[in-house]
Antibody, heavy 121, light 108 residues
Framework: EVQLMESGGGLVKPGGSLRLSCAAS????????MSWVRQAPGKGLEWVGR??????????EYAAPVKGRFTISRDDSKSMLYLQINSLKTEDTAVYYC????????????WGKGTTVTVSS | EIVLTQSPDTLYLSPGERATLSCRAS???????LAWYQQKSGQAPRLLIS???SRATGIPDRFSVSGSGTDFTLTISRVEAEDFAVYYC?????????FGQGTKVEIK
């Protein structure tokens, strides 16, 4: 069974940093394309960024609102996906989901349960 | 960026009724690269259907999709109690991979 488990969320002051983690199991992680998606309280879904497998170049793309502040990385030896978030803003307050792409098409086959990031002074 | 507009915002239905949810794109989505997700209160979204008609594992056949170009529809043939939720469309033709704002299916 494919499982994704996010962690690392919490309460952070504006301007702070946080690193979110996603532990993956049940599929060949090293070959996987992965994304982060977030959802602000009471709002819809927003794609944050995605990383390809190293075998396919490991390229990373980001949504415009987070480019330059967010960094996606992966550790295939640990089946872990990461999201480093710097210079946090109140508008980054959201539940952050880790998602697996079954194919090279970027729809979200499986979602984790999410981890909550709250940015407040 | 492709903007997806879903309608209606809220759909009030009784169990057994047919649900028709619309997703309109600001530009043509080639090859039907559109997915639909269901999100129940307090839960993560889950994939319903990707592409032209590929239902995800465990998704009943009362869920179907149609459309092409800029206009797409998710249909629930007979709504059951477990189907009351928020539904999102997402295009994965062009980056950024945008979502619609969601349609909430509520009990009438």
């Amino acid at each position: 069974e494919v499982q994704l488990m996010e962690s690392g969320g919490g309460l952070v002051k504006p301007g702070g940093s946080l690193r979110l983690s996603c532990a993956a199991s049940g599929f060949p992680f090293s070959a996987a394309y992965m994304s982060w998606v977030r959802q602000a309280p009471g709002k819809g879904l927003e794609w944050v960024g995605r990383i390809k497998s190293k075998g396919d170049g490991g390229t990373i793309e980001y949504a415009a609102p987070v480019k330059g502040r967010f960094t996606i990385s992966r550790d295939d030896s640990k089946s872990m996906l990461y999201l480093q978030i710097n210079s946090l803003k109140t508008e980054d307050t959201a539940v952050y989901y880790c998602c697996w792409h079954l194919t090279v098409r970027f729809y979200m086959e499986v979602w984790g349960k999410g981890t909550t990031v709250t940015v407040s002074s | 960026e492709i903007v997806l507009t879903q309608s209606p915002d809220t759909l009030y239905l009784s169990p057994g009724e047919r649900a028709t949810l619309s997703c309109r794109a600001s530009q043509s989505i080639s090859s039907g690269y559109l997915a639909w997700y269901q999100q129940k209160s307090g839960q993560a979204p889950r994939l319903l259907i990707s592409g032209a008609s590929s239902r995800a594992t465990g998704i009943p056949d009362r869920f179907s999709v149609s459309g092409s170009g800029t206009d797409f529809t998710l249909t629930i043939s007979r709504v059951e109690a477990e189907d009351f939720a928020v539904y999102y469309c997402q295009q994965y033709d062009y980056s950024p991979y945008t979502f619609g704002q969601g349609t909430k299916v509520e009990i009438k």
